[in-house]
Nanobody, 119 residues
């Protein structure tokens, strides 16, 4: 069973950037599809981006052109580079790992990291 630990969250002004990291332990990292989700206060958890085991990526429309998901299989780490941040991006960000083709179905989750964007 893979364990995921996110880092890199924090407070940033609108227009700024942050890079989130998610380190995995156990499991065969290179075989997992990896994703980032976020949950804002009072809202449901929202899919943000995914990178497949073969490197293919997919983004929710609201972050296209601003966020980039990437992975380093040698470091067992997935990243989310977030640029041009807005207050609407404020949320707890979670990484997830799984094998299914379904964009939203992952058995393994991290504990989350808070991102706060001030106006």
């Amino acid at each position: 069973q893979v364990q995921l630990v996110e880092s890199g969250g924090g407070l940033v002004q609108a227009g700024g950037s942050l890079r989130l990291s998610c380190a995995a332990s156990r499991g065969t990292f290179s075989t997992y599809h990896l994703a980032w989700f976020r949950q804002a206060p009072g809202k449901d958890r929202e899919f943000v981006a995914r990178i497949r085991s073969d490197g293919g990526t997919y983004y929710v429309d609201s972050v296209k052109g601003r966020f980039t998901i990437s992975r380093d299989n040698a470091k067992n780490t997935v990243y989310l580079q977030m640029n041009s941040l807005t207050p609407g991006d404020t949320a707890v960000y979670y990484c997830a790992a799984g094998f299914r083709h379904d964009l939203y179905d992952y058995p393994y989750w991290g504990q989350g990291t808070q991102v706060t964007v001030s106006s």
